[in-house]
């Protein structure tokens, strides 16, 4: 392989997609919807509010009743709710007097999308505590849906289901695409070499380098991200293995199918990136998912490889809670594999 | 038009050799005999199946029906045998761009169990007899097309195959080039490499012992280009291909 450019995006893709998803997403916040429960208004409740509304990142919703709290945020018309307390103005006075005491206003944020909450908590937190920021007392911050914030890492499963996928269907689908185009592949099955060797050899290095990758995105994991990698090594590895593989024979049935490198490219990445990102639950729980969605989710290879690395790498399930997920994978292995073989077998007839 | 030359000298030996696709019969029953040490062109116009039938004798392709025999070998039982028997060039170009010259022909040398210092000195006096030894670092990639072409037929013979198949590889070549490449064909041949070509240049097809003219997956002539000319009353190749293609159903 001297193909070093696509060498260099192989490797360093994976690297570049967790840091990426990891660090500099997760520090922007726009158009945080926030709503305001008021019990009493007065002078410094106004101010406040006025803060809130002329800030360009926040988009003021109005105010809204303390019994339409749960709906608002379970509806996803806001982000983020602010509930002043009914003396408001004596605990200002107090707080800016004595610079602490009880909490004047309550922050409740949706934090079903974990990065963008944490964020958005910040950020308000620093607009409503004004000069008075030095105490984290003033405002008390809840985070509805997700209390301990577990889905923090849950993008690095989701990055490794889609770079798996990625690396190796779609480099493996575009390399043998292109022997077919420019002719080699012909002259190769027309040697002695045996069809299957051939294959064979072209899953090899894309395989070798997925290894690498997995190497890469468990130590960035580990310790970059800091994720506590709770589940058992061996269990991650052979799960990611068959994932490998899963990639390699999906990519081989690609090859068979696409005739130019274009239309390989563009079935790897439109056709099966489009239903890992939205399907696979690496976005958007599965469980939250339309009826219509659930069937289709759970052809979707990455599913169940997303969860069950979700399990292992931050719930730190042991190995029979992801039998399913395992079970399901192997099988649409050797289906996909089977399939792939005697496609090509059908195509060189 | 079957030559009653003994058996062991028809290297080629085709009968009603036949490929449907569906409904589609691109190659309808053909026979014809090639000779060893023979340079036979198969002519014919775009889809008229000359790649087809080309396929199911180097053993890529079964046939529906019929049979023949390449090298010895049954092109429907022994695919296997006759590959390592015969060499390949593609029509279109099919060397690893990104390997360099020496490399390519390490690799089809290698794939085809050439010992790697037999292969060696091969390569070393191809390239020497081709004046091109200086380049065979050059990755094939940043070569000119004629040249690529020509390493493409060197690199088909490298096995000393007894028959080597050629569609096509003179397509997008200077005429300069072609001539050149003709040389190396006709020296490849006087060493005994039995050459079946395929072409769409007929003044090329003057330089073949015999040709085959296919028109809608037939056979509709054979012979000697002289033969051919005397028969048909033309003056030039080009002129009896376009007696003979008049008519033809498919092709663009």
């Known amino acids: 392989m001297r193909d070093s450019r696509t060498m260099l995006i192989a490797l360093l893709m994976p690297v570049v997609q967790i840091l990426l998803f990891g660090f500099a997403i997760s520090t922007e916040v726009n158009n945080v919807n926030v709503a305001v429960v008021v019990p009493k208004w007065d002078e410094e409740i106004r101010q406040s509010v006025n803060k809130l509304s002329s800030n360009p990142y926040i988009t003021y919703k109005g105010v809204i009743t303390e019994h339409d709290i749960d709906q608002q945020l379970r509806s996803g018309k806001v982000d983020a709710i602010v509930v002043f307390a009914h003396d408001f103005d004596r605990l200002m006075a107090q707080w800016k007097q004595n610079g602490n005491g009880k909490a004047a206003m309550q922050l409740i944020m949706d934090a079903s999308n974990t990065i963008t909450a944490q964020a958005g908590a910040g950020y308000l937190n620093n607009i409503l ?7 984290n007392s003033l405002v008390e911050t809840h985070m509805l849906f997700n209390p301990q914030m577990k889905s923090a890492f849950n993008f690095v499963p989701g990055i490794m289901g889609m770079i798996f996928i990625l690396i190796c269907a779609m480099l493996t689908s575009v390399s043998i695409v292109r022997e077919k185009e420019t002719g080699t592949m012909d002259v190769l099955l027309v040697s002695p070499v045996r069809p299957l060797s051939i294959i064979f050899a072209k899953m090899v290095p894309y395989f070798a380098l997925s290894c690498i990758n997995l190497t890469t995105i468990l130590l960035l994991a580990r310790f970059v991200l800091g994720i506590p990698m709770s589940g058992n090594l061996g269990s991650i590895i052979t799960v990611s293995l068959v994932y490998l593989l899963l990639s390699l024979a999906l990519g081989l049935l690609i090859s068979t199918v696409a005739k130019k490198q274009i239309v390989a490219l563009l079935i790897s990445a439109a056709v099966m990136l489009m239903p890992i990102v939205m399907l696979s639950g690496m976005m958007f729980p599965v469980e939250n998912m339309p009826d219509v969605l659930k069937p289709v989710s759970a052809i979707v290879p990455a599913r169940w490889y997303i969860d069950a690395m ?20 192997v099988g649409m292995t050797l289906a996909l594999l089977a399939l792939a073989l005697k496609n090509f077998k059908d195509k060189l007839e | 038009m079957k030559t009653n030359d003994n058996k062991q000298q028809l290297i080629i030996q085709v009968q009603n050799l036949t490929k449907q696709f569906g ?14 040490g023979e340079i036979f062109g198969f002519l014919g116009a775009n889809g008229a199946g000359k790649t087809t039938a080309m396929r199911m004798l180097c053993g890529l392709s079964y046939p529906t029906s019929g049979s023949g025999s390449v090298a010895g070998f049954d092109v429907v039982k022994e695919g296997e045998k006759i590959k390592r028997h015969i060499g390949y060039m593609s029509q279109r170009f099919s060397l690893y761009d990104d390997l360099t010259v020496q490399e390519n022909m390490e690799l089809f040398g290698g794939i085809y169990g050439v010992k790697s210092s037999e292969l060696r000195h091969r390569a070393t006096s191809m390239l020497t007899r081709l004046d091109f030894l200086s380049e065979k670092d050059t990755l094939v990639g940043s070569l000119p097309l004629g040249w690529k072409q020509k390493l493409a037929f060197v690199v088909a013979t490298i096995h000393r195959p007894e028959i080597v198949f050629l569609d096509e590889p003179t397509g997008g070549v200077d005429p300069i080039t072609r001539r050149q490449f003709w040389e190396m064909i006709y020296e490849a041949s006087s060493e005994g490499t039995t050459i079946f070509v395929t072409t769409h240049y007929m003044d090329e097809a003057e330089y073949c012992n015999r040709i085959s003219m296919m028109v809608d997956g037939k056979i509709k002539a054979l012979d000697t280009p002289g033969n051919l000319k005397k028969k048909y009353a033309a003056a030039s190749m080009d002129e009896v291909f376009r007696t003979l293609a008049r008519g033809a159903q498919r092709g663009d």
């Open chain 1, 310 to 329: 979700r399990k292992l790498l931050i719930q730190g399930a042991s190995f029979n809670l992801i039998l399913k997920d395992f079970l399901i994978l």
């Open chain 1, 129 to 135: 505590a004004g000069d008075l920021m030095q105490s």
């Open chain 2, 23 to 36: 409904a589609f019969t691109a190659v309808d029953h053909i026979s014809f005999d090639v000779k060893r």
